[in-house]
C-alpha cells in the first residue's frame, strides 16, 4: 500500500520521470501526467504550459472516484482504464498501483490503441517504483520493540520518584 503522505527519493523520482518521458515519446502524446488519487500531481511531462496540470490532476481523480461508484454498481471493483475521445483532443487515465493515476492528453495523430498499448508498459514500470517504494517505506518503519530502545526507556517510575524526592 501506497501511503497518502508519499515522498519519492531521487532515484525514484527520476525512474518516474523516464518511464513518462518514454510514454510520452511512444506515443506523440501531448502530456503525460502522474498525479495522486487525491488529484495532486507527482510528476509530468510534455507540454505543460498549455494545459493547466493542477486542476486536470483533481478533476481525473474525482472523474476516477466517480467511476469506481458506477463500477461498484455493476458489481466491479472497478475500471482500470478511462478514455475519453473528444473532438480534437483524448484523454486516457490508468489507476497504477492502486494508488496513482496515470494520466494521458493525445490528439489525433496517436491512436487509442497505441497509446493503451504503450500505457499499460508506463504503468508496468511504474508499478515496480511504487511496490518498490512500498518496500522501503515498510523496512524503514521501526518495529514495535524499538520503544524499549528509546533513550530514557531503562528509566522506572521508581527512578523518577527518588529523583524528584530528594
Keep these: 500500500m501506497i501511503p497518502r503522505d508519499l515522498v519519492l527519493h531521487e532515484d525514484e523520482f527520476q525512474k518516474t520521470k523516464q518511464a513518462l518521458s518514454r510514454l510520452l515519446e511512444g506515443t506523440g502524446a501531448m502530456l503525460v501526467s502522474l498525479v495522486d488519487r487525491n488529484g495532486h500531481q507527482i510528476a509530468a511531462v510534455g507540454d505543460m504550459n498549455s494545459f493547466e496540470t493542477a486542476s486536470l490532476g483533481s478533476v481525473a481523480a474525482g472523474h ?27 484523454i486516457h487515465i490508468a489507476v497504477v498501483a492502486g494508488q496513482v493515476l496515470l494520466v494521458v492528453v493525445f490528439d489525433q495523430r ?22 518498490g517504494l512500498a518496500s522501503r517505506l515498510e523496512s524503514e ?10 533513550p530514557f526507556s531503562e528509566i522506572t517510575d521508581e527512578d523518577i520518584d527518588r529523583l524528584f524526592s530528594e
Design 141 to 150: 518503519k521501526l518495529p514495535p520493540a524499538a520503544d524499549r530502545d528509546a
Design 110 to 131: 496517436a491512436s487509442v490503441g497505441l497509446v493503451r498499448l504503450r500505457a499499460r508498459r508506463a504503468a508496468s514500470d511504474l508499478e515496480a517504483v511504487f511496490h
Design 64 to 90: 476516477v472516484e466517480a467511476s469506481d461508484g458506477l463500477a461498484r454498481l455493476i458489481g466491479e471493483k472497478g475500471f482500470s482504464v478511462l478514455i475519453h475521445e473528444g473532438e480534437k483532443e483524448n
